[in-house]
């Protein structure tokens, strides 16, 4: 409540003073017309106060507010005095009282109007504080120079220095001064100093600055390099067209006017700074005010070099065949220099990133050419981070009720794969700053994400990169969810495959081995029942029965192990593989860094490759002995058969390895076979474990 | 096939004179939950000296069964419905109970690893080889 009436009673305040430096404008104004000595730039200095103004109405702490009202009344106060001395000393000599007075005190009035430009509107900007309680001693430093300046100006002895008051004696002056002018100039030596100082507190807490107050900064830049750019067309243009006589060529007038009064963007841009007003739309005022400003002084620049340069060596400046010549080379060279001109100012405003258009060119060119379709979304979270500049940009694909982060910039392995449940409105996702929704022909297939750093905010700019990225995104978003389904579906074929072979060997060893395993004792029961005197050709078919079942029940044990082992499911693939090596032909040994189960699909896969490998090395190696590795680390599952055999196997003749092989595809592995004549063969098989635990869950 | 054969192996009743022999035999408890099985190994045993005291269809009464009939041997099938048999072994340890174990299954040991050597049974014989001789043999070896 304090603060508010506090707030509100400043404003007030700032009302009153603006409506005081409005009226003193005003008698200004009155009083020049009187005397014939109207200063439009004089009247443009308004600009200031009325700045100050919208600053203090809006945010009545902001002292940058009345240092632009300060500045004002500066101006104001220049203005009257000035015409006042005018009437006084050159219309109406001895008309009006203290006309010198007058002029006294209009001739230190550069020292505060210059000072708190320079010095203290540099120093608060944009948020009306120092950067740091440091910057004080300057504030202080320049405030002595600027107020002694004033001072000692005002007091100085003598003829007053100005030519448009020639012989007007200071009637303030004091005589004692003359003999410390020294001190005046310690004074007027603070100001520069102090300015330096300033611009320097500026620069740095540009570097320091992001998002808005960069934004802010941004603004006054380029108001401030607008004015610059236009003082110095302004400089080669009266170069060029030197004045001829009375007055300027026109041309020169027009820009050496368009140039001085392009002063007044410097307080409009503060407003605009502090007040926030279409702020966002800076990136692109730079780099527009940059291309034609180049444009212009490069047009200038041919103009003055070929009519003005060659026109004077031959003597001849009005000829228009050089005007022509000048045309066409303008004409030629237009396009080119733009261009160039054009990447400079994007490098100048958007740094390292990309500009939203380069983002969707190149994205849509990486569309259009071979990219693997797993590259596209991490190029599109790349694209997307560059060109928003964001400190991190997310692709999630909808996959059936929540969607799954697919890439990421700056890549990150450990958030891959983070599932959410589909939020009710697709731009509030978890860690965005802003999300975009990316649809299909109305379908929902994923959601585009930027995270900012710290302090800093999404502008319309990104906003509208994000919203075309993600129109042009619905078709890639789609393919990546078929493959990605295609994918899954193979897992869950091969899960599911794996899950029927287990209940089979499960049922084959509940059903049908015990009966047989019940038949063969019953035979033997029977068998020693059956008298061998007078049973003796039962007794041997008896024994054929059990020798004949006994065999049986191998080959069914057998083929319920091919199916899916036992071992494999219970014990899992390390045991497993320690099993298949002992019933190995050629002597094989396990290497095994294995802790825990890993997932069925995994397991099976490995078991199988394993097991069909085994086979072949019996089959067609020659070895004498082989090694079975196997390791589970970083997620991967790595599994190796070495044989020491003849080498030279052709993975891609018959062997069952070449189904193998669609199954570790299946479960997103590789699997590669050296196999060099007369070195042995080495099969390789990697699986990740991590990702497919998900899938499998 | 089976139920015929069951049928008519199921009248058999072990000799008088087997069953006195018995009266010195080895006592065995027999574990599994095929019924059918668990007859047969009985009838199978009996006819060659055993005296089979229990028999159980899980490892929970299994444990409790080997309890108090303490027998000589425990005839134990790796998979039971409810836990499996090389916990039972385990359990059976842990109570320090005096009974020795014998592991079966159809399937063969291979099917299990290292897990039938590093349990306390004295061995392991796959179900259709099931003999008195076997199991003979592998106390033999144990003791």
């Known amino acids: 409540m304090e603060a508010a009436a ?3 009673a400043t404003r007030r305040l700032a009302w009153g003073a603006f409506i005081a430096v409005a009226l003193s404008y005003a008698v200004g104004v009155v009083v020049e017309v009187v005397s014939h000595s109207v200063d439009l730039f004089g009247v443009f200095t308004f600009v200031f106060p009325l700045a100050g103004m919208f600053v203090l109405d809006r945010q009545p702490k902001n002292r940058i507010g009345w240092i632009l009202m300060a500045i004002g009344m500066i101006a104001a106060a220049s203005a009257i005095l000035r015409s006042y001395a005018i009437y006084g000393l050159r219309l109406h000599p001895g008309s009006l009282p203290g006309a010198d007075v007058a002029v006294a ?4 009035l550069w020292a505060p109007l210059i000072g708190i430009i320079g010095i203290h509107l540099l120093l608060l900007f944009p948020e009306g504080r120092l950067p740091s309680p440091r910057w004080r001693k300057v504030a202080w430093l320049g405030s002595v120079g600027i107020v002694g300046t004033w001072i000692f100006i005002t007091l ?64 006054v830049t380029a108001a401030a390099a607008t004015v610059a750019a236009l003082y110095a067309l302004q400089m080669v243009v009266s170069v060029a067209w030197p004045r001829k006589g009375a007055g300027d060529p026109l041309v020169v007038a027009i820009v050496q006017n368009v140039a001085v009064f392009s002063f007044v963007l410097i307080p409009i841009s503060i407003g605009f700074a502090i007040l926030r007003y279409r702020l966002y739309d800076i990136d692109v005022v730079i780099n527009k005010t940059v291309v034609y400003g180049a444009m212009a002084a490069f047009i200038t620049a041919v103009y003055v070099a070929i009519v003005v340069g060659i026109g004077r060596t031959i003597g001849s400046e009005r000829n228009i065949g050089l005007s022509i010549l000048a045309t066409a080379l303008v004409a030629v060279a237009f396009q080119p220099v733009r261009e160039r001109v054009r990447r400079l100012a994007n490098r100048l405003v958007y740094g390292k990133r990309a500009t939203p258009y380069d983002v969707l060119s190149e994205f849509s060119g990486g569309m259009s050419h071979t990219v693997a379709s797993e590259e596209l979304l991490p190029r599109m979270a790349r694209a997307v981070a560059e060109g928003t500049g964001a400190a991190r940009a997310d692709v999630w694909l909808r996959v059936g009720s929540e969607l799954v982060r697919e890439a990421g910039w700056p890549e990150d392995e450990e958030r891959r794969k983070d599932a959410v449940p589909v939020p009710e409105a697709a731009e509030t996702v978890v860690g965005s700053d802003r999300a975009v929704p990316v649809r299909h022909q109305g379908e929902l297939l994923g959601v585009i994400g930027v995270k900012k750093s710290p302090g800093e905010t999404v502008t319309p700019a990104d906003e509208k990169l994000l919203e075309d990225l993600a129109s042009q995104a619905g078709l890639v978003l789609r393919n990546v969810r078929l493959i990605e389904e295609l994918k899954t579906s193979r897992q869950r074929l091969v899960t ?11 049922d084959l060893h509940d059903g049908a081995q015990q009966r047989l395993v019940a038949i063969s004792l019953a035979l033997r029961l029977a068998r020693g029942l059956a008298d061998p005197e ?36 219970e014990r899992g693939l390390v045991p497993a593989l320690e099993s298949l090596a002992e019933r190995s032909t050629v002597p094989a040994s396990v290497e095994a860094a294995v802790d825990g189960r890993l997932p069925p699909a995994v397991e099976a896969t490995a078991y199988f490759v394993v097991s069909e490998a085994l086979t072949n090395v019996g089959k067609y190696s020659n070895a004498t002995a082989v090694i079975i590795r196997a390791e589970a680390a970083d997620g991967t599952l790595t599994v190796e058969v070495v044989d020491d055999g ?7 003749r018959g062997s069952g390895l070449r189904g193998l092989a669609d199954r570790v595809a299946a479960v997103d592995g590789t699997l590669e076979i050296e196999s060099p004549p007369g070195h042995g063969t080495r099969l390789t098989v990697r699986v990740p474990a991590r990702a497919l635990a998900q899938v499998t869950a | ?11 058999l009743e072990p000799s008088s004179e087997k069953r006195q022999d018995a009266a010195m035999a080895m006592t065995v408890l027999i574990v599994d939950d095929h019924p059918t099985f668990r007859s047969f190994a009985r009838d199978l045993l009996e006819s060659e000296g055993f005296e089979v005291i229990g028999e159980a269809e899980d490892g929970a009464s299994a444990i409790e069964a080997a309890t108090s009939v303490r027998p000589d041997l425990v005839l134990l099938d790796v998979q039971l419905p409810d836990i499996s048999g090389f916990e039972v072994v385990e359990r059976l340890r842990g109570d320090d109970l005096p009974s020795a174990v014998v592991l079966t299954s159809s399937r ?16 392991f014989i796959p179900k259709d080889e099931l003999s008195g001789q076997g199991l003979r043999a592998l106390l033999k070896e144990a003791s």
């Open chain 1, 6 to 8: 506090h707030a509100s």
């Open chain 1, 105 to 108: 005190m209009l001739q230190p």
């Open chain 1, 156 to 219: 100085l002895p003598g003829i007053i220095d100005d030519p448009a008051f020639p012989n007007v004696r200071n009637p303030l002056g004091i005589e004692a001064l003359r003999s410390v002018i020294p001190v005046l100039f310690a004074f007027i030596g603070l100001i520069p100093i102090s300015i330096v100082a300033s611009a320097v507190s500026l620069v740095l807490r540009f570097r320091r600055s992001k998002g808005t107050l960069r934004l802010q900064h941004k603004w």
């Open chain 1, 496 to 506: 599911a495959q794996d899950e029927e072979r287990r209940r089979l060997e499960r």
């Open chain 1, 534 to 569: 007078k049973d003796g050709p039962l007794g041997e078919r008896l024994d054929q029965a059990s020798d004949e079942l006994g065999r049986a029940l191998n080959e069914l044990r057998e083929f319920a192990r091919g199916m899916h082992p036992a071992i494999l499911t």
């Open chain 1, 646 to 652: 003849i080498g030279g196997a052709d993975p891609s």
């Open chain 2, 1 to 11: 096939l089976v139920g015929c054969l069951e049928s008519r192996v199921s009248p």
């Open chain 2, 108 to 123: 063969d040991a291979s099917s299990y690893g290292d897990q039938v050597a590093s349990s306390g049974a004295i061995g």
